[in-house]
């Protein structure tokens, strides 16, 4: 159903292997309560390898449009490690990728929103799990349980939707950069520094990492975090070979991951830009097209 949150995110592949976060309750009805599951399978053959439980997930009710684009940024793979967060405000977990073993929990990362490795570093968003924000989940968790009629109307659910995401704008926002073997603090951003912070914007390349606060784009240093450059600029995408790769609703720009000088801007036909990929030395960029004038006969 197209009014409600998909029933598959964050599909990931690596070692032969693919992981994703599904919900395999009964099909008959999308009112049935959720069953979320993280399964991994042989991406030759398809074949089940394993399964673990997933203690809770964002309310499966809420219309798709209101959803955090975050959880799709909650499950990583790389060679024989898979990283996720088991549960709606669930810290960081590690798993072996053969076997679904957690090997890591990685301490004080409740609240992990987005997760992306980059050389050996974890990098993360973590929102603060308030005791508003718990007992806002609860209180989702036992309208889904007894089947509140509100929730099976958009409009009706509105309402609902709204106070679940003003609390869980309430959380503190931070960026924690981690070794992920050991699990060690390198470097964290709080506060005024990451004041802000557009989602999905974090992102590396080399020894730079990127993130967005507001229309500034931030630069700093991977393993100290120590901040390079600040620019203002349109929307952060991504950042690659050394540029950083930024768009609005009429242009495209490139910025020099080095000093944050831009390299060039092009003008795009496009009214809205929706995704932003570099493959074969080319910059791709994806998204609504003006609709056409209406003419006369």
Known sequence: SHEHIPGIYALVSAGGRIFYVVDEAPTAS?????????????????????????ASWF???????????QLERRLVSVGDRVYVTR???????????????????YADTQGTEE????????LLVVRSVTEQRLAKAEKWARLLRRGEAALEDR??????????????????????????????????????????????SLCADAARVCY????????????????????????LYLIRDGAVVCADGKAVTILSAQTGDERWQRPHLLTNVRDVFV?????????????????GP
């Open 279 to 295: 493959a074969g030395g080319a910059l791709w960029v994806g998204g609504f097209k003006p609709y056409p004038e209406k003419r």
């Open 155 to 200: 409009d009706a659910a509105e309402p609902l939707v709204k106070q679940l995401r003003a609390t869980e704008a309430k959380g503190d926002l931070s960026i924690a950069a981690l070794d992920a073997g050991s699990g060690r603090l390198l470097w964290k951003k709080s506060g005024a520094d990451v004041a802000g912070l557009r989602p999905l």
């Open 87 to 105: 549960g709606w405000h669930a810290p960081l977990t590690a798993l072996a990728a053969a076997t679904g073993e957690t090997v890591t929990d």
């Open 30 to 54: 999308v009112r049935r309560l959720p069953e979320w599951q993280l399964v991994a399978r042989d991406a030759f053959n398809g074949i089940l390898l394993w399964k673990k439980p997933i």
């Open 115 to 122: 997760i992306l490795w980059h050389q050996g570093v974890l």
């Open 59 to 69: 309310p499966h009710l809420v219309n798709w449009g209101q959803t955090p684009p």
């Open 212 to 235: 967005q606060t507001g229309t500034d784009v931030v630069c700093v240093d991977l393993q100290t975090g120590r901040e390079h450059w600040s620019k203002a600029s349109g929307r």
